[in-house]
């Protein structure tokens, strides 16, 4: 039904900055609120950031005044903007988003993941 794909990560020195996408395609009549996760290794996923579909924004504190989330509507895309980037912050980003199906269906489900490696 739903699909979200992501793109972007990769390794980057501290100091560095990042863009992450998360596409989402298929039988999509809108979408709420749409999310970036993060999942460290041996930690559990935490919240990064989340945007409504009028574009208000939530962030985690460890993350307020370097991470940006946007939205394209028109797209149905998610963007993550990671300045300033610590080694603290690798890990693997997933996004999510809340779909209405229109028809009264709904869908909510994952990116695949993407990996950030952040070098000190």
């Known amino acids: 039904q739903v699909q979200l794909v992501q793109s972007g990560g990769g390794l980057v020195q501290s100091g560095g900055s990042l863009r992450l996408s998360c596409a989402a395609s298929g039988s999509i009549f809108s979408i709420y609120t749409m999310a970036w996760y993060r999942q460290a290794p041996g930690e559990q996923r935490e919240l990064v950031a989340d945007i409504t579909n009028g574009g208000t924004t939530n962030y985690a504190d460890s993350v307020k005044g370097r991470f940006t989330i946007s939205r394209d509507n028109a797209k149905n895309t998610v963007y993550l903007q990671i300045d300033s980037l610590k080694p603290e912050d690798t890990a693997v980003y997933y996004c999510?988003?809340?779909?209405?199906?229109?028809?009264?269906?709904?869908?909510?489900?994952w990116g695949q993941g993407t990996q950030v490696t952040v070098s000190s």
């Open positions: 999510d988003a809340d779909v209405d199906l229109g028809g009264g269906g709904r869908w909510y489900g």
